[in-house]
Antibody, heavy 126, light 108 residues
């Protein structure tokens, strides 16, 4: 059974850096083709993809947030960490990690997400 | 960036009736489209991928169709547990994965 769970602060101040951890089980990031992604959802709004990291340490970011995001993995701990700098109240959202499914060729991937973690609500306020 | 537009924003349907939800891509995504269901306070759940392949454990009353820019999610006979928000996601333009804004399916 594959599970993922997000952890991190529930409240951050504007300009601070957010660090979220996704702890997963049932798969390994040392296995070819495997990855973990982050998606967020502001209250009452739609889903927004943020970042992906793959078994080979290939990292991909949303262009609109690329300058603020860093994704890393710790294969031995079964964890993926997302950091987002310079937090703003508009970044208030539920942050999800999820396993990308699909397939990758030598140059690209085709990924949907399944399963998802339960999500963690992060509020940005002074 | 490929923009995904879902319609209608809200759909009111009676239990037992059929629901048809639409998703349109701003450019062709081939069949690289997924559908998710999200209930209040829960994470999204994968329903469909490849535009028409049901995910493991998804009831047969859920079906997806379409290719290119026009896609449809059909729920053949609505059950009480189906009232939720539904999102489409394109994955053709990897890694720029984009979601629609959602359709809220409510009880009529």
């Amino acid at each position: 059974q594959i599970t993922l769970k997000e952890s991190g602060p529930t409240l951050v101040k504007p300009t601070q850096t957010l660090t979220l951890t996704c702890t997963f089980s049932g798969f390994s990031l040392s296995t070819s083709g495997v990855g973990v992604g982050w998606i967020r959802q502001p209250p009452g709004k739609a889903l927004e993809w943020l970042a992906l990291i793959y078994w080979n340490d290939d990292k991909r970011y949303s262009p609109s947030l690329k300058s603020r995001l860093t994704i890393t993995k710790d294969t031995s701990k079964n964890q993926v960490v997302l950091t987002m700098t310079n937090m703003d109240p508009v970044d208030t959202a539920t942050y999800y990690c999820a396993r990308p499914r699909g397939y990758c060729s030598s140059t690209s991937c085709r990924n949907w997400f399944d399963p998802w973690g339960q999500g963690t609500l992060v509020t940005v306020s002074s | 960036e490929i923009v995904m537009t879902q319609s209608p924003a809200t759909l009111s349907v009676s239990p037992g009736e059929r629901a048809t939800l639409s998703c349109r891509a701003s450019q062709s995504v081939s069949s690289n489209l997924a559908w998710y269901q999200q209930k209040p306070g829960q994470a999204p759940r994968l329903l469909i991928y490849g535009a028409s392949t049901r995910a493991t454990g998804i009831p047969a009353r859920f079906s997806g169709s379409g290719s290119g820019t026009e896609f449809t999610l059909t729920i053949s006979s609505l059950q009480s547990e189906d009232f939720a928000v539904y999102y489409c996601q394109q994955y053709n333009n990897w890694p720029l994965l984009t979601f629609g804004q959602g359709t809220r399916l409510e009880i009529k």
